[in-house]
């Protein structure tokens, strides 16, 4: 049973429009969300996180939506840059455990349009 | 480069061989972790250590056996796999389990048992 899912295996974005990856969870325990990305023959790189007594996190071009009640994130980029063209996944950990129990979905490709 | 090496990047292993993966941090980190990423699956956790003592073993098959004789370094040996076992290994490290706290990734090993 899958508690973090990304429904879009794809997404294609216009260079400069805002791209929005979702994600939804079924496990209400989780309190900590993170958005990783992962280039072609590299490890996935930390992006950006919230924590569940917050519903919004900004950092420069990208900014995380948190949405309890939907059990649901996104994450918007904007504006979209070519650089951005790749793997992108949620991933979700319960109190107390961190890393420990880390779950994943399973990515979202985003390809930029020049 | 996220402070976290892995070698090989890639191995082509026989079922009857013997293979080790390894992993190696600088970063100060004390948990280490082994993922497992298979073609349209979520990264799966197998195993998590934390101060060089093994914490988590997800039901991961005996022919995979964990070490990590250091902080800095885990290793992977692989012994009788299985062609299903072709898939991307992650080694990560953070700097406690339990924290709330993003994970380095290395660059991954690709493994394709024939």
């Known amino acids: 049973d899958q508690q973090v899912k990304q429904n879009s295996p794809s997404l294609s974005v216009q260079e400069g429009r805002i791209s929005i990856l979702n994600c939804d969870y079924t496990n209400s325990m989780f309190d900590y969300f993170l958005w990783y990305k992962k280039y072609p023959a590299e490890g996935p790189t930390f992006l950006i996180s919230?924590?569940?007594?917050?519903d919004k996190n900004e950092d420069g071009r990208f900014t995380v939506f948190l949405n309890k009640s939907a059990k649901h994130l996104s994450l918007h980029i904007v504006p979209s840059q070519p650089g951005d063209s790749a793997v992108y996944f949620c991933?979700?950990?319960?109190?107390?455990?961190?890393?420990?129990?880390?779950?994943f979905g399973t990515g979202t490709r985003l390809t930029i349009i020049p | 480069e996220t402070g976290v090496t892995q070698t090989p990047r890639h191995l082509v292993m026989g079922m009857t061989n013997k293979k080790s993966l390894k992993c190696e941090q600088h970063l100060g980190h004390n948990a280490m972790y082994w993922y497992k990423q298979s073609a349209k699956k979520p990264l799966e956790l197998m195993f998590v250590?934390?101060?060089?003592?093994?914490?988590e073993n997800n039901s991961v098959p005996s022919r995979f056996s964990p070490e990590c004789p250091n902080s800095s370094h885990l290793f992977l040996h692989l012994h009788t796999l299985q062609p299903e076992d072709s898939a991307l290994y992650l080694c990560?490290?953070?700097?406690?389990?339990?924290?709330?706290?993003?994970?380095?990734f290395g660059q991954g090993t690709r493994l394709t048992v024939v």
């Open positions: 919230i924590s569940s007594i917050k």
């Open positions: 250590y934390s101060l060089e003592e093994r914490v």
């Open positions: 990560a490290s953070s700097p406690a389990r339990t924290m709330n706290t993003e994970a380095f």
């Open positions: 991933a979700a950990s319960r109190p107390n455990f961190g890393n420990e129990k880390l779950t």
